[in-house]
């Protein structure tokens, strides 16, 4: 079956440090990736995506590469921010059947001042 | 714009209790989804719907019934509240078709206690 596994957290940074939380997947055929994140007391958002090998999604200065050869996602950021404090889902969607997404349990990100 | 609602936002119950959850979406999404998230464990598939009049079961769906009369609600049923249940509750919804990306859209969540 498909699954999703992300590094366990919380990771604890200060502000402006680099960010690198881990993502690998199982999956058969070529899923699509997402990066979503939540905010506490909110749902989750999407964060990024890609839909292919060697891809890159990025928005709001995280970035992430689709490495089909080591079935990874890793998320990356160059300089967080405090309001980067949030919870952070590695998720994939299977090209097949109805095609809902597989999440990782999360990890959750705290940048101090 | 509303994007996904779901009522109530917290709900404390007692064992054996029914209730409802109520999402509605007004992006004319063909799918919609119930998650339930619980620390350590990430975000679980309870039920999902791909259109209106059809469900289905997802990872864990015991204890738990859905409907989805219309199309743009979908709503999640305790018949009988378990303690287990306690959790918070994510409905999710997405557009169908050649030029969807996958991407799902969520509400705020409900957070239920059963005592």
């Known amino acids: 079956g498909n699954s999703v596994t992300q590094m366990e957290g919380p990771v604890t940074l200060s502000e402006e440090a680099f960010l690198t939380i881990n993502c690998t997947y199982t999956?058969?055929?070529?899923?699509?990736l997402f990066w979503y994140v939540q905010y506490p007391g909110e749902g989750l958002q999407l964060l990024l995506k890609?839909?292919?090998?060697?891809d890159k999604g990025s928005n709001k200065g995280f970035e992430a590469t689709y490495r089909k050869e080591t079935t990874s996602f890793h998320l990356e950021k160059g300089s967080v921010q405090v309001s980067d404090s949030a919870v952070y889902f590695c998720?994939?969607?299977?090209?097949?059947?109805?095609?809902?997404?597989?999440f990782g349990k999360g990890t959750m990100l705290l940048v101090s001042p | 714009n509303a994007g996904v609602t779901q009522t109530p936002k917290f709900r404390v119950l007692k064992t054996g209790q029914s209730m409802t959850l109520l999402c509605a979406q007004d992006?004319?999404?063909?799918?919609m989804y119930w998650y339930r998230q619980d620390p350590g464990m990430g975000l679980r598939l309870i039920h999902y719907?791909?259109?209106?009049?059809?469900?289905a079961k997802g990872e864990v769906p015991d204890g738990y019934n859905v409907s989805r009369l219309k199309k743009q609600n979908f709503l999640l049923g305790l018949e009988s509240a378990a303690p287990s249940q306690t959790s918070v509750y994510f409905c999710?919804?997405?557009?169908?078709?050649?030029?969807?990306?996958?991407?799902?859209?969520f509400g705020e969540g409900s957070r239920l206690t059963v005592l």
């Open positions: 999710a919804s997405r557009s169908g078709g050649a030029s969807n990306t996958g991407e799902l859209f």
């Open positions: 999956a058969t055929g070529y899923p699509s």
């Open positions: 890609a839909t292919k090998a060697d």
């Open positions: 998720a994939l969607r299977a090209d097949s059947g109805y095609s809902t997404l597989t």
């Open positions: 992006m004319n999404h063909e799918y």
């Open positions: 719907s791909v259109g209106e009049g059809t469900t």
